[in-house]
C-alpha cells in the first residue's frame, strides 16, 4: 500500500492499515517534505505561543514498520498501479491512498496571512 501525504490525513491512514492488517500490509509513506507538521499550531507562532509541533516523517513510519519516501507525486498511473515522482522515480502499489490536503492561498494580496507559507517554519524537529 502506498499513502501519499505525510499530513494529518496520511499518518491517520497509515495508524488505521497498522491497526487493521498489522504486518501483513507492507505500506510506503511518500511525502515532498521531511517532517509531518501539525499547520493549525502555526496560527499560535505570531503571538509568541507555541511552536507548531514538527516531526521527522521517516522515524514515525519506520516505528509503525512503514517504509518512508521522500518525493513528490507527479502522477498517478492506475492502470499500471504506479506513480510517477518528479524526477523520474517512478512507485508501484497494490493500493493507493492520496491524503495531499490543500494549497494555502493568501485571502488578500498585500497582506501576511497565516500560515505564510513562503517562508519555511521555525525548525522544533523532535
Sequence with gaps: ???????????????????L?????????????TDFLYKPLLVEEPFG???????????????L?????QGRLARVRPENHQVDL???DI?????LVVC???????AYHGVTTFPDMRRPPRQ???
Design 65 to 69: 514498520g512503514a517504509r518512508f519516501v
Design 49 to 63: 505561543l507555541d511552536l507548531a509541533e514538527q516531526h521527522a516523517l521517516e522515524p514515525a513510519a519506520k516505528e
Design 1 to 19: 500500500m502506498l499513502i501519499a501525504g505525510g499530513g494529518v490525513a496520511g499518518m491517520e491512514a497509515m495508524l488505521a492499515v497498522r491497526d
Design 86 to 88: 518528479q524526477g523520474g
Design 100 to 106: 495531499l490536503g490543500g494549497r494555502h492561498v493568501p
Design 124 to 126: 522544533t524537529t523532535r
Design 91 to 95: 512507485l508501484p502499489y497494490d493500493y
Design 21 to 33: 492488517a498489522g504486518e501483513r500490509a507492507e505500506v510506503t509513506l511518500l511525502d515532498a517534505e
